[in-house]
């Protein structure tokens, strides 16, 4: 194995061998490297959080016409250690009655949620953190510590606004919480496994998306509910309860929730690409030729799956920058009487027509045909409830000078 | 890794010490000037009105208990997802089975008004 | 010691030291606090003991769930979140030798049952013990009637829910 073909493995070994080397037995070197291999882990994602900074103000500058930054270096590349330079020295300021230690650890458990998911990514078939078996789940598992968190900062800060935000954002956050599960385990059903590296590894024939686009629907859907953006950002509207559950909190501290914020839109992303578009594979097998196998290369699956994880970055930000935010009586009920039933039919339908197609030549087929087909029956659905809601308001009223006359 | 949960707890360590650094940081190079108008509680730019507990609606309570029970649900749906494959279309049938018992309590609870805010 | 009954030590440390934070916490919401941090320990727990779903499980549905809709019911209905008042009432030396009688009680009818100083049996390394149980909640000879059950349980947890609802909201 040299270090082209297997790079994470290869650095291990030499390390475990420099730190031999130095006298120490087997079991903390290898402790001691792997302390090394998380950190690098860690700084990466971090790495990619500040790049995420700069993109994000970019990209939100050409949706509304206007340049973004461009003053500090070039193309503005520099702005985010600008910003991370001014959050570190401004005064952190703890507003009175807030109860200091629930304050203070918050922030910390919120970025320390996102960074979690990390330990899972599958950025090339030979790096990632551990190939857990139960990956789906540790998604799941880890976005109810980013709840706790939201729940803490909004009591912990002692305003009526950050409490009010913090309610409305963790009812979004759980009420989502099921149809995303319902949306994740239908690559689960087609896949057979539960591990990020299994599910990503099975769509190298065909990608998940041609199989199940509204299973990729719904997770978009439900993604952006859970990281709290828009149009599912009542909880931190600005026009509206001025920032929500992080009010009171100052410097460096909104800068870990905005951090994290954004890491997690990103892994968001990542996890997109992972379930329905193929994760870092997707040349489809034309890596076996002979002249191309060095597109099985563990770097050229890491670049591939960061253009795809910024793709799926770049579709959030598109719908945040593109549509009004809703209400919140608005966004549960579309939850809970929308696409909570949706998502569990689509899951029955998805496990029966994979069941009955598995083993004959028309799976590919069948699956997309009975996604496009339940989508039409919801459209009619909807067609019907929205034309009954309508014509309850369309009555004519009786004109009043008519009826004087008689 | 030999234990893949030994390095999720390593992982969970380093990444709740990483956030700290800069908070850290922020403590040895912000200024320190606390005085009772910055810390006053922030209500738009003016003075609060009222204490700040205020009565919330009860109905994010109901809807925590929904998803509670949905929850639960969905766990078990779990291990019948990883089950599928290898079985018949009997075990596609039952999970059927599950989730329609539950599709129905959902409904109910839709015409109970369960789900109406407020 | 190995490293992994020098884990185990921590988190049970960890486990019962949160668990009496929770109850002589005089703030509530710091209780439900402490609360999650007892739930996750019992989550590590079924780490170290290889039961990697239920670790997850505990996570998503305990402090996911539990937790949560105790912090709700705690900030939705307590206006005042503080205890007022001493913690021990004047029974506090006889109730605490009780416990130490009914807990040493426990431990010595325990400590005759076979299970007590077995070790755990090493999952063998091809199964996958999810996927086991995935057969076994579905093939009729093992947990497919539980399975329904669960799910008709679950439904009569709906059920109470609107009643209680329903009945307070009118």
């Keep these: 194995m040299t270090f082209w073909n297997d790079p994470i493995n290869f650095l291990a070994e030499w390390l475990r061998g420099v730190f031999m080397g130095w006298g120490m037995a087997a079991s903390p070197a290898n402790a001691v490297t792997d302390i090394i291999g998380i950190v690098v882990m860690i700084l990466f994602s971090m790495g990619i959080a500040i790049l995420l900074v700069w993109v994000e103000r970019k990209v939100v500058a050409r949706f509304q016409d206007r340049l973004g930054p461009n003053r500090i270096g070039p193309y503005g590349l520099f702005q985010p250690f600008a910003d991370i330079v001014k959050l570190i020295i401004k005064e952190d300021i703890t507003p009175d009655g807030a109860d200091k230690l629930v304050f203070n650890m918050a922030p910390v458990i919120s970025l320390a949620s996102v960074i979690l998911i990390w330990a899972v990514v599958p950025l090339a078939s030979k790096i990632y953190g551990v190939d857990l078996n139960v990956a789906v789940l540790y998604l799941v598992a880890v976005g109810s510590f980013g709840t706790l968190s939201v729940i803490m900062a909004g009591w912990a800060s002692n305003n009526k606004y950050a409490l009010i935000g913090a309610f409305r954002m963790v009812a979004t956050m759980i009420s989502y919480e099921i149809p995303m599960v319902v949306a994740l385990l239908i690559p689960t059903i087609i896949a057979g496994t539960m591990s990020v590296k299994g599910i990503t590894q099975a769509q190298s024939g065909i990608w998940f998306v041609i199989l199940s686009p509204l299973g990729l629907l719904l997770f978009l859907i439900c993604a952006i509910a859970e990281l709290g953006r828009s149009p599912f950002d009542l909880n931190e509207a600005e026009s509206e309860i001025v920032a929500g559950f992080h009010i009171e909190y100052t410097g460096m501290k909104f800068g870990l929730f905005y951090a994290g914020e954004l890491l997690h839109a990103f892994t968001f992303g990542g996890f997109m690409a992972v379930f329905f578009f193929g994760g870092y594979g997707g040349f489809f097998g034309l890596e076996k030729l002979s002249a191309f196998t060095w597109l099985s290369n563990p770097f050229i699956q890491l670049v591939v799956f960061l253009i795809k994880a910024l793709i799926g970055y770049w579709v959030i930000m598109w719908v945040k920058y593109s549509m009004p935010r809703i209400r919140i009586d608005h966004m549960l009920l579309f939850n809970w009487k929308f696409l909570t039933p949706l998502a569990f039919v689509l899951l029955m339908m998805t496990a029966l027509v994979d069941k009955l197609l598995a083993p004959t030549n028309f799976y590919v087929l069948g699956m997309f045909l009975s996604n496009v087909l339940f989508a039409w029956i919801v459209i009619e659905i909807l067609r019907a409830y929205s034309k009954r809601e309508r014509s309850v308001t369309v009555e004519p009223a009786e004109p009043v000078a008519q009826a004087a006359h008689h | 890794m030999q234990n893949q949960w030994l390095y999720i707890g390593l992982f969970l360590v380093i990444g709740v010490i990483v956030p700290i650094v800069p908070l850290l940081a922020s403590r040895f190079l912000a200024p320190h000037k606390p005085n009772p108008i910055k810390q006053s509680t922030y209500e738009c730019g003016i003075e609060t009105v009222g204490e700040s507990w205020v009565q919330f609606k009860s109905q994010y309570y109901i809807y925590a208990l929904v998803f509670l029970v949905f929850d639960v649900e969905t766990v078990f749906l779990f291990p019948w997802a990883l089950a599928l494959q290898k079985l018949a279309i009997f075990a596609v049938l039952e999970g059927i089975l599950f989730i329609l018992i539950l599709l129905a309590g959902l409904t109910f609870a839709w015409r109970k008004g369960l789900l109406e805010w407020a | ?170």
């Design chain 3, 1 to 170: 010691m190995t490293p992994d009954q020098f884990i185990f030590l921590l988190c049970a440390a960890l486990i019962i030291a949160s668990a009496i934070m929770v109850v002589t916490s005089k703030n509530l919401v710091h209780s439900a606090l402490w609360l999650v941090a007892t739930l996750f320990g019992v989550a590590i727990l079924y780490a170290l003991l290889q039961a990697a779903f239920l670790a997850l499980v505990q996570v998503v549905v305990y402090i996911g769930a539990i937790a949560i809709l105790f912090i709700f019911a705690v900030m939705l209905t307590r206006r005042e979140l503080r205890d007022k008042g001493p913690q021990l009432n004047q029974n506090w030396g006889l109730s605490a030798v009780m416990a130490v009688f009914t807990f040493g009680g426990l431990f010595y009818i325990l400590s005759s049952w076979s299970g007590f100083s077995a070790k755990a049996v090493e999952i063998p390394v091809g199964t996958d013990p999810l996927r086991m149980l995935g057969y076994a909640l579905v093939s009729p000879d093992a947990y497919v009637l539980p399975f329904e059950v669960a799910s008709i349980l679950l439904l009569a947890a709906l059920v109470g829910a609107v009643y209680i609802a329903t009945a307070s909201k009118k």
